[in-house]
Structures are given as structure tokens and as C-alpha cells.
């Protein structure tokens, strides 16, 4: 797995994040200033913040937390925002710390780019959870 600083040493990475966050201000003025703060407070490393993205249509900003918040559900689950526009959820914290064990696993048995890919997939399964369930039911207050 590419470790946080990855991304912030390559100059290409930088330039695609900026062109998306300017194509996304052009669609949506206030998605787009949603998704700046919520990428901020990432990387200040304010909460437990676990993913930050977007659909196209809303943020989903993704925290971890003891499984005593959670009460042992093992997925998504949805916290109420203050945007229309923004989706906030949580995940338990163990069962992060085991995917990432798995990942390991994978990744010390030589097969990096699978571990990678588990990775990949398993934080856009999350962000997709967290999509689905917030048009079911929306939090917002």
C-alpha cells in the first residue's frame, strides 16, 4: 500500500487533484467548497479521518472510531452533516485494523499491487456504502 506521503511527493498527482477540484467548482460551486474543507481538515489530521472523496454529487468524508461508537457493526455508518451536500460516516476501528492486516498478508507474500488493489477496492466499497445508504436515509440536520 502507498504510504500517505506518497501522493504529496508526486508533482502529476498534485496537478491532477488541482484540475479535478477546479473541474468540480465548475459544476458544483459548493461541493467543490465542501470537498476543499473536508481535504483540509485531512491533512491537518483533525479526527480520525479515514477517506475523503466524492461521488460527483456529495463529500463523503469517512472516520474511524472505537467499536464501542459503532456498537460492533462491522460497515458503514452514517452521521448526521450539516451540508446537503456532505456525507459523514464512521467505520469501526478494528475492522479497518484487520483489512489492513489482510493487506499485509498479501503484500509480504510479494504480491504488493494485489494488496494495493485490495486496498484501492475496499476504500471505494466504503465510500460507494456510504453513497447508497445517505439516498436511503439522509442525515442531515
Known amino acids: 500500500m502507498p504510504e500517505p506521503d506518497d501522493f504529496s511527493k508526486t508533482p502529476e498527482a498534485n496537478e491532477m487533484l488541482l484540475r479535478a477540484m477546479e473541474e468540480l467548482y465548475d ?50 455508518m452514517l452521521l448526521p452533516s450539516s451540508s446537503s451536500v456532505s456525507i459523514l460516516a464512521a467505520v469501526d476501528r478494528e475492522f479497518i485494523e484487520d483489512k489492513i492486516k489482510m493487506c499485509e ?31 436511503k436515509n439522509p442525515r442531515t440536520f
Do not use: C
Open 27 to 76: 459544476h458544483n460551486q459548493e461541493l467543490a467548497i465542501r470537498m476543499k474543507e473536508e481535504l483540509d481538515a485531512a491533512a491537518r489530521g483533525e479526527e480520525n479521518i479515514l477517506l475523503v472523496g466524492t461521488d460527483g454529487d456529495f463529500t463523503v468524508t469517512i472516520l474511524y472510531v472505537d467499536p464501542e461508537f459503532t456498537g460492533g457493526k462491522k460497515g458503514i
Open 105 to 135: 498478508v498479501i503484500e509480504e507474500s510479494g504480491d504488493g499491487a494485489s494488496a494495493d488493489q485490495m486496498w484501492d477496492d475496499f476504500m471505494s466499497d466504503l465510500m460507494k456504502a456510504a453513497v447508497e445508504e445517505h439516498r
